[in-house]
Nanobody
Framework: QVQPVESGGGLVQPGGSLRLSCAGF????????LGWYRQSPGKQRELVAGIARSGDTNYADFVKGRFTISRDNAKNTVNLQMNGLKPEDTAVYYCFAVDATVRQYWGQGTQVTVSS
């Protein structure tokens, strides 16, 4: 059973860092794709970063060079290291997974607020 659960959100000052983690995959090896979306008030949900079973990654242009996605097969987690945070990064961040049947699974989201 795949049920993503996010952790690690919070309040951080501009320029600071946060690390998001997502668990709840059972065996992460059974999941094809993993990643993070975010949604700000009044905006559509947008892709932040994704990682395939192969380890290939992709990032939205607005986070390249600042965010890093990784998967820990031993701990069955997917992580998002966020550095150089900006106020415009404020959003609810959602973890998602795609299994071999292309079924999608979504977490409940974790709030990230970047403010001084």
């Amino acid at each position: 059973q795949v049920q993503p659960v996010e952790s690690g959100g919070g309040l951080v000052q501009p320029g600071g860092s946060l690390r998001l983690s997502c668990a709840g995959f059972g065996s992460i090896s059974s999941v094809n794709g993993l990643g993070w979306y975010r949604q700000s008030p009044g905006k559509q949900r947008e892709l932040v970063a994704g990682i395939a079973r192969s380890g290939d990654t992709n990032y939205a242009d607005f986070v390249k060079g600042r965010f890093t996605i990784s998967r820990d097969n031993a701990k069955n987690t997917v992580n998002l290291q966020m550095n150089g945070l900006k106020p415009e990064d404020t959003a609810v961040y959602y973890c998602f997974a795609v299994d071999a049947t292309v079924r999608q699974y979504w977490g409940q989201g974790t709030q990230v607020t970047v403010s001084s």
